[in-house]
T-cell receptor, first 115, second 110 residues
Framework: DTGVSQNPRHKITKRGQNVTFRCDPI?????LYWYRQTLGQGPEFLTY????????KSRLLSDRFSAERPKGSFSTLEIQRTEQGDSAMYLC?????????????FGNGTRLTVT | LAKTTQPISMDSYEGQEVNITCSHN???????ITWYQQFPSQGPRFIIQ???TKVTNEVASLFIPADRKSSTLSLPRVSLSDTAVYYC???????????FGAGTTVTVRA
């Protein structure tokens, strides 16, 4: 178990640019989640994958945001035409669907700063 | 989704026991109670999970009364490294939209 890996750890971009983050979940986990966290707040749900299928998207995920999980392995989160309000920590988590309540395993996030 | 209420902050000293109570009056039959810990610039880390009565692991204990409308996370003999934000979550295995809330900031002083 190498844990959930997120890259890059930090990203600074100028307003209007596109950015892409990557998440590598724990290998046997079939569920993958993206959350966003701003200073002083808890993580907010963005989207969820069961294997390669994206099953739910939060209202927080505007049209500028897109997430993929090809082949049910790693996932990418892309933000187009970034805005200063997109500055936040983007967290990825994975879990294993089973008959019991499998907890979420989080990566250490990608901190995005939009200038 | 069951809504949770927990204190915004708690202060303690090294070696003391810290108890954080979370209220979840609308908990459903299939809901579990899960606690996470988060340090600055890191993702949340699973601490403990329970359904009823008491659960204990090497890190903490979780006390859940019979009505399950609240739960208490107990951290024995805290150290400075236990300073973190603690989140109480309530949901079942199909709750992929788990709500974290603002959590409880626990500050441990020497």
């Amino acid at each position: 178990d190498t844990g959930v890996s997120q890259n890059p750890r930090h990203k600074i971009t100028k307003r209007g640019q596109n950015v892409t983050f990557r998440c590598d979940p724990i290998s046997e986990h079939n569920r993958l989640y993206w959350y966003r966290q701003t200073l002083g707040q808890g993580p907010e749900f963005l989207t969820y994958f069961q294997n390669e299928a994206q099953l739910e998207k939060s209202r927080l995920l505007s049209d500028r945001f897109s997430a993929e999980r090809p082949k049910g392995s790693f996932s990418t989160l892309e933000i187009q035409r970034t805005e200063q309000g997109d500055s936040a920590m983007y967290l990825c988590a994975s879990s294993l669907s089973s008959s019991y309540n499998s907890p979420l395993h989080f990566g250490n996030g990608t901190r995005l700063t939009v200038t | 989704l069951a809504k949770t209420t927990q204190p915004i902050s708690m202060d303690s000293y090294e070696g003391q026991e810290v108890n954080i109570t979370c209220s979840h009056n609308n908990i459903a039959t299939n809901d579990y109670i899960t606690w996470y810990q988060q340090f600055p610039s890191q993702g949340p880390r699973f601490i403990i999970q329970g359904y009823k009565t008491k659960v204990t692991n090497e890190v903490a204990s979780l006390f859940i009364p019979a009505d399950r409308k609240s739960s208490t996370l107990s951290l024995p003999r805290v150290s400075l490294s236990d300073t973190a934000v603690y989140y109480c979550l309530v949901g079942d295995i199909n709750d992929y939209k788990l709500s974290f809330g603002a959590g409880t900031t626990v500050t441990v002083r020497a």
